[in-house]
């Protein structure tokens, strides 16, 4: 036999013993999680996760001591998940406070300030207002707006850039002006 037949041998057996470790441990490996975790889908998520990264590392399985290493990992995931799931329950009373900060007057300030750019679209000249049209309003790329227009890319890049100067400059002159 040749050395790439007994590796491609060696790999089959591998991924064998794999198939047979999480047939015979998968749901032992999922009941372990949700003695940390209540929530029967996130457990079918870090179960899965823990086998993929194993399954991914396949080269270095070894029968004797896969159990011992996917209950320590089925367990790091499982803090984790509960670590992340706490700071975000404790931000919840801060993403609270911020929205009710951010008021009508704040909204409706934002929605001019929308409106007003969409004005100054509609009276650039009529290439400029094309590609700024089709880059953020039609969320369309670069290469997209070019082949659309008959324009290069960086000629796209040169109306983005000119139409954002007259943005820009709308908006730095109100706000020297002191109005808002």
């Given at each position: 036999?040749?050395?790439?037949?007994?590796?491609?041998?060696?790999?089959?057996?591998?991924?064998?013993?794999?198939?047979?470790?999480?047939?015979?441990?998968?749901?032992?490996?999922?009941?372990?999680?949700?003695?940390?975790?209540?929530?029967?889908?996130?457990?079918?998520?870090?179960?899965?996760?823990?086998?993929?990264?194993?399954?991914?590392?396949?080269?270095?399985?070894?029968?004797?001591?896969?159990?011992?290493?996917?209950?320590?990992?089925?367990?790091?995931?499982?803090?984790?998940?509960?670590?992340?799931?706490?700071?975000?329950?404790?931000?919840?009373?801060?993403?609270?406070?911020?929205?009710?900060?951010?008021?009508?007057?704040?909204?409706?300030?934002?929605?001019?300030?929308?409106?007003?750019?969409?004005?100054?679209?509609?009276?650039?000249?009529?290439?400029?207002?094309?590609?700024?049209?089709?880059?953020?309003?039609?969320?369309?790329?670069?290469?997209?707006?070019?082949?659309?227009?008959?324009l290069s890319e960086s000629g796209v890049r040169k109306h983005i850039m000119k139409g954002l100067d007259i943005i820009r400059s709308y908006f730095s002159v109100k706000y020297k002006k002191g109005s808002n």
């Amino acid at each position: 036999m040749s050395n790439e037949e007994l590796e491609r041998e060696s790999v089959d057996a591998l991924r064998s013993a794999f198939e047979r470790f999480f047939k015979e441990n998968y749901s032992r490996l999922y009941y372990y999680a949700l003695r940390y975790i209540p929530d029967t889908e996130i457990c079918k998520d870090l179960v899965s996760d823990s086998f993929h990264f194993m399954w991914e590392r396949i080269e270095t399985f070894r029968t004797d001591t896969a159990l011992t290493y996917m209950y320590t990992h089925v367990q790091h995931l499982c803090i984790d998940y509960i670590r992340r799931s706490e700071m975000k329950e404790a931000n919840v009373p801060s993403y609270l406070s911020m929205l009710k900060e951010w008021n009508a007057t704040d909204w409706q300030e934002s929605e001019e300030r929308i409106q007003t750019i969409m004005r100054l679209i509609e009276k650039m000249p009529s290439v400029t207002r094309e590609v700024m049209e089709q880059c953020y309003l039609y969320k369309k790329k670069y290469r997209e707006v070019a082949a659309l227009t008959g324009l290069s890319e960086s000629g796209v890049r040169k109306h983005i850039m000119k139409g954002l100067d007259i943005i820009r400059s709308y908006f730095s002159v109100k706000y020297k002006k002191g109005s808002n």
